[in-house]
């Protein structure tokens, strides 16, 4: 059995992964992170994130925010975005996620998980068997909770590196995701 820790696939901006092949092979739902995986932390959805979401629901895909954030937060990021939210998830516990896909019509078997943290967004995917991204932070600039994990995660990045568990074929590098 893979490491919980792991994710599916490594991605160095969720702007650069491959929605239209992720739907040929059958998948429907894209659940996202905010803060750091689409915008930086406590910043509004900008021209990039409202394209990227006009993109996935052109591709068919039907998508949810998945936010530990408060409502104000999640909202003012969706305001123009327009796409299903839960806030307050408490990722990386299950409620939330399961809650995002049976909001969606989806299932672990369709539903790929986008996000820039192990210890919540991986972790709580993994946990389920869905399809997760380990996208790179965004900003280097985080609140003191986060740099405490982003501490800890370091040695999980350095053991997929070792673990040759991604190939050449993935966009980026466990080694590159810690820069």
């Given at each position: 059995m893979r490491n919980t820790f792991y994710p599916s696939e490594l991605v160095s901006s969720a702007y650069n992964?491959?929605?239209e092949k992720l739907y040929e092979e059958g998948y429907r739902g894209v659940i996202f992170d905010i803060d750091n995986t689409l915008v930086p932390?406590?910043?509004?959805a900008d021209a990039r994130a409202e394209a990227l979401f006009k993109r996935l629901r052109n591709i068919g895909f039907d998508c949810c925010l998945l936010s530990n954030n408060r409502k104000a937060r999640v909202d003012m990021f969706n305001r123009n975005i327009r796409v299903h939210e839960i806030w307050l998830a408490n990722k990386p516990?299950?409620?939330g996620y399961r809650e995002a896909m049976n909001t969606m019509g989806t299932d672990t078997g369709n539903?790929?998980?986008v996000g820039d943290q192990i210890f919540t967004d991986v972790w709580g995917a993994s946990r389920l068997g869905m399809y997760s991204i380990l996208v790179r932070p965004i900003n280097p600039k985080e609140e003191i909770q986060i740099v405490l994990?982003?501490?800890f995660e370091k040695p999980v990045l350095n053991a997929y590196r070792r673990s040759g568990y991604y190939s050449n074929?993935?966009?980026i590098s466990a080694e590159a995701l810690q820069k």
């Open positions: 992964i491959d929605f932390h406590g910043a509004p516990f299950l409620r539903t790929v998980y994990k982003r501490f074929s993935h966009e």
